[in-house]
């Protein structure tokens, strides 16, 4: 497989529980085959970005068309990894695959960094919310009984 931003034959790296196709020595951009992506976590991370080496003069055109390098003649659509909106990834429709460019990965190791913090201080503030003694309040009851009649049946006649 050839790197779909620079051309540089990717080298397969295993990192963890994942099998990635990274453009060493290129642009150091990284294919994620299917699914992959989703198990990114942060010694993924960590690891992956000390293995890549990237040649800092490689160019990279952002705005070329990218073929899936899986696919070949499938053209990789360019969106946002999650609703926060602050990395762009290309995905292939056909096979679900993912392209990241270089600096990519780490910002999203960022977004998911905000995230889990985020998760942290909510959790905190629903344990510190039912910590609380707060006083049980009851809806009010209608009396017993007393239920109004209907009217009575016409008389038919
Ligand atoms: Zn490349
Ligand atoms: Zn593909």
Known sequence: ???????????????????????????????????????????????????IERDDHQLVDYERRRHCPRCGDVVMMRHFFSDRRQVEVDTCPHCAGAWLDAGELSMIRREIH????????????????????????????PPPGDVPGSPPPPSVG
């Open 1 to 51: 497989m050839n790197c779909p931003a620079c051309d540089n034959p990717l080298t397969e790296m295993t990192v963890g529980q994942v099998t990635i196709d990274v453009c060493q020595g290129g642009c150091g951009g990284i294919w994620f085959d299917n699914f992959e992506l989703k198990k990114v976590d942060d010694d993924f991370t960590g690891a992956a970005l000390l293995l």
């Open 114 to 141: 905000e995230k889990q913090q985020q998760e942290e201080a909510t959790r905190l503030y629903f344990r510190k919310f039912f910590e609380q003694d707060y006083v049980k309040t009851r809806m009010p009851q």
